[in-house]
């Protein structure tokens, strides 16, 4: 009766030293968080090692940074030596390229193939959107050698799931950050001082995620062998635009609103990868049912423990506030 006991418990442990691409961006950087806080191994794999973020990273305790570039197979074999868990990541918005976004997918697989002894490999993704039906009126965006993309931040990632197999994946579906308010979106000033924010997301629930609870999960999914061949999603909160622009307004103390425009419209207003996140936004909405089930909150707080309280959240981010000059 002991000997199972004992490997079962050894093999809840998971990997003994867990490499992470991406470690100074932000979905990275919450994954060596979360797994140096759980007592792991970490190895941070960064392009820059001396960079600020880098430095911070490497104070992080049972962390090492390692230096290697997605562009160089060579590196990344080096940067994985000695690592038996691996959390894969490229990042799509640098140059907005699924070519090279896919490629980074395949060097890194490569790597990984090449350096072997693997227990665990933790991809972070998204969906298959350009062939869902209810995404057939959505312009297409680019067309690839695997068949045109409507949404070349998804479809780029799901399609590079091919070059990982015969390893021990598992495939976590994320979703759209509240962190996003930093960056990509913007609360512009009205003319009565209060603020809003446009975005093509209708009037039902969508899923939004903390970086923190992402963090969490991730690291979660390493200790649970039982997920290797399961495509999950993570989520902090499901809720609508509406209800996230009462929960920013308690928490900025400022009155912000939500301004809601037709996914053609927002696709027209020209910035770069418009037209790539009304597709987004489109299929967000029109995929809802599905897009939330695979999101479920009761599951991502089982893996992750506890979900992190968006009002506290937006009360630490650097929101985005502009005046209608600026937008």
């Not at 759209?176 to 093509?200: I, R, V």
């Not at 979900?307 to 009360?315: K, Q």
Request: hydrophobic residues 40%; aromatic residues 10%; glycine residues 8%.
């Amino acid at each position: 009766l002991m000997g199972p006991c004992i490997t079962k418990e050894k093999e809840s442990e998971g990997p003994s030293r867990i490499a992470v691409l991406g470690a100074t961006g932000q979905q990275g950087g919450a994954v060596v968080a979360s797994l140096a806080a759980r007592g792991k191994k970490v190895v941070a794999i960064t392009r820059n090692a001396e960079s600020e973020k880098a430095r911070a990273v490497a104070k992080l305790p049972g962390v090492e940074v390692r230096k290697a570039d997605l562009e160089d197979v060579e590196s990344l074999k080096k940067a994985f030596a000695g690592c038996d868990g691996a959390f894969v990541l490229a990042n799509f918005w640098e140059g907005m390229d699924a070519v090279k976004e896919m490629r980074h997918y395949q060097n890194a697989a490569t790597a990984l193939k090449a350096v072997g002894g693997w227990r665990h490999v933790v991809m972070s993704t998204l969906e298959e959107t350009a062939t869902h039906p209810k995404m057939q009126d959505a312009p297409d965006i680019l067309q690839h050698e695997t068949g045109p993309m409507k949404v070349p931040h998804f479809d780029g990632k799901n399609r590079s799931h091919k070059f990982f197999d015969g390893l021990p994946m598992t495939y976590l579906y994320t979703s759209c950050y509240l962190e996003n308010f930093t960056t990509f979106f913007a609360c512009t000033e009205q003319e009565d001082g209060s603020y809003q924010f446009t975005l093509p997301l209708g009037a039902g629930p969508i899923a939004w995620t903390i970086l923190e609870d992402v963090g969490n999960m991730t690291a979660a999914i390493f200790e649970k062998p039982d997920l290797i061949g399961q495509t999950l999603g993570s989520s902090s909160l499901h809720c609508s635009c509406e209800q996230l622009a009462q929960i920013m307004s308690k928490a900025t103390g400022k009155t912000i609103t939500y301004n809601c425009v037709p996914w053609k419209t927002f696709a027209s207003f020209g910035f770069p990868g418009a037209e790539e996140l009304a597709n987004m936004f489109k299929f967000f909405t029109d995929t809802q049912e599905e897009f939330l089930a695979i999101r479920d909150l009761r599951r991502c707080q089982q893996l992750g423990g506890k979900l992190m309280d968006p009002i506290a959240t937006f009360r630490k981010l650097p929101l985005r506030f502009e005046d209608p000059a600026s937008s």
